[in-house]
């Protein structure tokens, strides 16, 4: 039974709060009891007592407080979800909510969100950007998953809204990726002699596949120079604050050793020799199993952003085109690679796909040398 009292606020004004008596806790044996206040009126503290004192006779419970904030529920589905990704997902993650989503939603009841707002949402999201409002989106649905399970709201409002689609444009999308010439005239304008940690951070990048991470990560424990192998089995990223950390690769493919062709060989060989000489100049010792193979003038990590760096400037002062990324790299070899003849199995196995679909949906560009010989093979095989 649920006792009514009225009081008087901090702000000397009436205000109305309700005690309801909730049976025996069974894992305590010790009487339960709630309380609430904050009720303008007589009428509303009534009626909410008499909402749980129906749901005690009803369902044996009480119902759980809707009352919630959406930025509440974040944080308890955050504090899941950072036990289920690695820590770079985890905190690029948070940094989506905070710049996107809690904007909008943070300060609001979670019950009380409807479809329109969340579709005001995708929309402004969508011309914000139009690639990635999707991932915004999909976690937006996340959470209020995440309030149904936990009994504060029965529907998700965000499933129902549409979603903005990109309008076909004219013209092909720019490749990422250069062909066999084009390689080699970009490598044309470095000089190895002068750059060799330039040419040769490069060269891993063209000739092995790796992913910017990967190739930062090396330590020149993971090359085997008698062997000719190049063992990958972490990549460099950021964590939490931005700090650069080390992470496994996302799954058991991306762990992969991987032959290398004896230029490569000589050029890393060559670098190994030339880094010793300029640490030891500014007395740094490197002479460890973890050395890195690319390095900071500290011996650190390098930044993420230097490869793009070098590229842009090379790219820039040498007229090159197109323009391509860092990753346009492990593209290129992945193009190399289908145009030499190596199959669909071969090409996942070397670049550390976990299924071959992702091989296909990626890498689908073939060389222009490579549809003249298809349209060349099916006039052959046609003859009129």
Same mark, same amino acid.
């Given at each position: 039974?649920?006792?009514?009292?009225?009081?008087?606020?901090?702000?000397?004004?009436?205000?109305?709060?309700?005690?309801?008596?909730?049976?025996?806790?069974?894992? &305590?044996?010790?009487?339960?009891?709630?309380?609430?206040?904050?009720?303008?009126?007589?009428?509303?503290?009534?009626?909410?007592?008499?909402?749980?004192?129906?749901?005690?006779?009803?369902?044996?419970?009480?119902?759980?407080?809707?009352?919630?904030?959406?930025?509440?529920?974040?944080?308890?589905?955050?504090?899941?979800?950072?036990?289920?990704?690695?820590?770079?997902?985890?905190?690029?993650?948070?940094?989506?909510?905070?710049?996107?989503?809690?904007?909008?939603?943070?300060?609001?009841?979670?019950? &009380?969100?409807?479809?329109?707002?969340?579709?005001?949402?995708?929309?402004?999201?969508?011309?914000?950007?139009?690639?990635?409002?999707?991932?915004?989106?999909?976690?937006?649905?996340?959470?209020?998953?995440?309030?149904?399970?936990?009994?504060?709201?029965?529907?998700?409002?965000?499933?129902?809204?549409?979603?903005?689609?990109?309008?076909?444009?004219?013209?092909?999308?720019?490749?990422?990726?250069?062909?066999?010439?084009?390689?080699?005239?970009?490598?044309?304008?470095?000089?190895?002699?002068?750059?060799?940690?330039?040419?040769?951070?490069?060269?891993?990048?063209?000739?092995?596949?790796?992913?910017?991470?990967?190739?930062?990560?090396?330590?020149?424990?993971?090359?085997?120079?008698?062997?000719?192998?190049?063992?990958?089995?972490?990549?460099?990223?950021?964590?939490?604050?931005? /700090?650069? #950390?080390?992470?496994?690769?996302?799954?058991?493919?991306?762990?992969?050793?991987?032959?290398?062709?004896?230029?490569?060989?000589? #050029?890393?060989?060559?670098?190994?020799?030339?880094?010793?000489?300029?640490?030891?100049?500014?007395?740094?010792?490197?002479?460890?199993?973890?050395?890195?193979?690319?390095?900071?003038?500290?011996?650190?990590?390098?930044?993420?952003?230097?490869?793009?760096?070098?590229?842009?400037?090379? #790219?820039?002062?040498?007229?090159?085109?197109? /323009?391509?990324?860092?990753?346009?790299?492990?593209?290129?070899?992945?193009?190399?690679?289908?145009?030499?003849?190596?199959?669909?199995?071969?090409?996942? &196995?070397?670049?550390?796909?976990?299924?071959?679909?992702?091989?296909?949906?990626?890498? &689908?560009?073939?060389?222009?040398?490579?549809?003249?010989?298809?349209?060349?093979?099916?006039?052959?095989?046609?003859?009129?």
């Amino acid at each position: 039974m649920a006792t009514i009292k009225k009081y008087i606020d901090k702000d000397g004004k009436p205000r109305y709060q309700f005690q309801v008596y909730l049976g025996i806790d069974p894992q &305590t044996g010790k009487k339960k009891k709630t309380r609430r206040r904050g009720f303008k009126t007589k009428s509303e503290a009534v009626i909410a007592a008499s909402r749980i004192t129906y749901q005690l006779k009803t369902k044996g419970s009480m119902p759980v407080e809707n009352n919630i904030l959406f930025v509440d529920v974040y944080h308890q589905w955050y504090s899941e979800y950072i036990n289920t990704v690695r820590e770079s997902t985890w905190a690029r993650t948070a940094g989506m909510f905070k710049n996107h989503i809690l904007p909008l939603f943070g300060n609001k009841r979670l019950r &009380t969100i409807n479809i329109s707002q969340c579709q005001q949402a995708v929309n402004r999201w969508f011309k914000e950007a139009t690639r990635n409002y999707k991932r915004w989106y999909n976690y937006l649905v996340n959470i209020f998953d995440y309030g149904i399970k936990h009994g504060y709201i029965d529907s998700n409002p965000a499933k129902m809204v549409t979603l903005p689609k990109k309008p076909d444009t004219w013209g092909d999308k720019p490749e990422n990726f250069w062909n066999k010439q084009q390689l080699k005239m970009f490598f044309d304008c470095i000089n190895l002699k002068e750059k060799p940690e330039k040419y040769c951070l490069f060269r891993v990048l063209a000739f092995c596949g790796l992913r910017r991470g990967e190739c930062l990560a090396l330590t020149w424990n993971d090359i085997n120079f008698k062997n000719k192998t190049m063992r990958i089995n972490k990549t460099l990223t950021q964590g939490k604050g931005g /700090r650069q #950390i080390i992470q496994a690769p996302k799954t058991k493919k991306g762990r992969r050793t991987i032959l290398l062709d004896s230029t490569t060989v000589s #050029i890393l060989q060559y670098w190994h020799k030339k880094q010793l000489e300029y640490f030891l100049f500014l007395g740094i010792n490197v002479l460890n199993k973890n050395q890195l193979v690319f390095a900071n003038s500290k011996n650190k990590f390098k930044s993420l952003n230097t490869p793009a760096k070098w590229l842009h400037k090379i #790219i820039s002062d040498n007229n090159l085109t197109p /323009r391509i990324t860092v990753h346009g790299f492990r593209h290129s070899h992945a193009s190399a690679l289908f145009a030499a003849g190596a199959t669909i199995k071969e090409v996942q &196995t070397r670049l550390g796909h976990e299924d071959v679909a992702t091989t296909l949906n990626i890498y &689908t560009h073939v060389t222009k040398d490579q549809n003249k010989e298809a349209v060349q093979k099916l006039t052959s095989y046609l003859d009129f």
